[in-house]
């Protein structure tokens, strides 16, 4: 259950998951539009996608916008929405760099050309072999638990075989092993319902780094750190 993978000397976490925040912050401090900072945390992204697979990192799992986010100005939310249609109209990129994407959250309202392009996007890399990336697009955890329950509900589940694989099994990350390592820039200290089930035995990492700015070696530091810490899961 806790596989990991060996990558030099050291021992890699199996599954991050890193909330990609700062990116207004980082805009504000040039006197930049807030849309020049999405831009760059998109290459950001890119880049720190690379790099895990680079590594051998087995799971990555990427926080791009929430079920909060639609509180943003509308400006802003169509901002973040054409850098994600730039970002799948390149999806061919994910076959070669052979990274094997997923789209976690409530696609069903998104708009329909984007749906389209998430299709496509998972269609063409369904075969690669390298890392597996989820991209949490109007994900928010509460709502991931309201749908699996809905699910087990519908699926005419009795109480007692309501147990907690029951939900795992009906979260978007099904068959997945859970984040073993969060990791969150910009200085805040939250989750901002991210991942809320599946983070129940994670360990955290915190950095004032703005997204934008967050850089391969943040993340060797960040992984290093995780290598020192001692696990328990309750046990001595
Ligand atoms: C993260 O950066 C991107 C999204 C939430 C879509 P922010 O836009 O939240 O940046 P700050 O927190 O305002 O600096
Ligand atoms: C979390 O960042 C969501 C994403 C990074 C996509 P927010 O900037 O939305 O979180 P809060 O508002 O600071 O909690
Ligand atoms: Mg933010």
Known sequence: ?????????????????????????????????????????????????????????????????????????QEEVDNIMELLRDYLKDAKNFKDENILV?????????PQ???????????????????????????????EIVAAVRRVVSDGLAPDEVDEAAIADRLYTAGQPD?????????????SNYLIWQSAYAEFWFSDVLWPDFKPHHLEEAIDDFCRRNRRFGGV
């Open 179 to 191: 984040p073993d390592f969060i990791i969150r820039p910009s200085g805040e200290y939250r989750l």
């Open 102 to 110: 997923k789209f976690i959250g409530n696609l069903a309202v998104l």
């Open 1 to 73: 259950m806790f596989r990991h993978k060996h990558h030099g000397e050291r021992i890699l976490p199996e599954h991050i998951a890193i909330i990609m925040d700062g990116n207004g912050r980082w805009a504000k401090k040039r006197r930049l539009p807030r849309s020049a900072g999405h831009a760059a945390g998109a290459r950001t992204f890119k880049e720190i996608a690379r790099y895990c697979n680079r590594i051998g990192l087995h799971y990555l799992t990427v926080y791009a916008f929430s079920t909060e986010n639609w509180k943003r100005p």
């Open 113 to 143: 050309d984007i749906r389209d392009l998430i299709v496509d996007a998972e269609e063409n890399s369904k075969d690669a072999t390298g890392l597996k990336l989820n991209i949490a697009l109007n994900y928010g955890g509460r709502d």
